[in-house]
């Protein structure tokens, strides 16, 4: 079997019963979108795709620490005997994708760009809103809470105030993530994705008011 076989095998197993938002199911989607993007923006369809195939194998979650993960990767590309260089590149994107401190550090590569839309994508459009619902009801948080009417450019005050909920976590996630695409396919896929939670939200709180 090639690599890429090889490496879906691997993860799937790993992530089979994986319940933090990081399922195998949301691999395969970011693995399918980066060869899309790649695609058009003539990346480098094999790195985009191990590291999509990787990218949440090294997350804090799933391992003691960041570096024990970091060398679980590495240790799984030396087995597959992947040369040095293209091992340095796919463990630098699936560092620098998954920083956790804010927008993280900028970019280098084409490939990092791609596959980090790829993985953003995931988090917004319909499938962005039952993963924000998913997370929020295994916190055991509310769909919302309503002490104040959310909107963008909302004051941090304003913001504990609803602090946890899922409808919170649109204004202070994933409304954000359509300016921070890298690429030009990545941004129109997110102009659509993007437009239909704000649709999804205007409906949403049409309900919750009675007006519909
Ligand atoms: P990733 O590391 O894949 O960028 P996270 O681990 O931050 O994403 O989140 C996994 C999923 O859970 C995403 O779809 C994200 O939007 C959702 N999520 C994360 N934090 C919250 C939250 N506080 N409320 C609701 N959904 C959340
Ligand atoms: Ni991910």
Known sequence: MDPINLTRDFVKKELENEGTGH?????????????RIADEENADP??????????????????????????????????????QLQQEHILYIIKTISYKGGQGPKLTS?????????????????????????????????????????????????????????????????????????TRTGYNIAKERHNMMKQFLAEFFDEWSGKK
């Not at 194998?57 to 799984?76: F, H, I, M, T, Y």
């Not at 997370?135 to 105030?161: F, Q, W």
């Open 110 to 182: 084409l490939e990092a760009k791609v596959v980090q839309d790829a993985d953003r994508l995931d988090a917004i459009g319909a499938i962005g809103i039952a993963r924000c619902f998913t997370y929020a009801g295994s916190k055991g948080n509310l769909i919302h809470h309503p002490d104040v009417e959310p909107r963008e450019g909302m004051t941090k005050e304003e913001y504990s105030k609803r602090d946890g909920t899922a409808i919170n976590h649109f204004y202070e996630k994933l409304l954000k993530l359509k300016d921070l695409m890298n």
């Open 23 to 35: 399922d195998w199911w949301h691999i395969e989607r970011v693995t399918n979108l980066a060869n």
């Open 46 to 83: 094999f790195i985009c795709t191990m590291s999509a195939l990787l990218h949440d194998l090294a997350d804090e979650k799933l391992n003691e620490s960041e570096e024990a993960g970091l060398k679980r990767v590495k240790n799984w590309l030396d087995d597959l005997k992947i040369p």
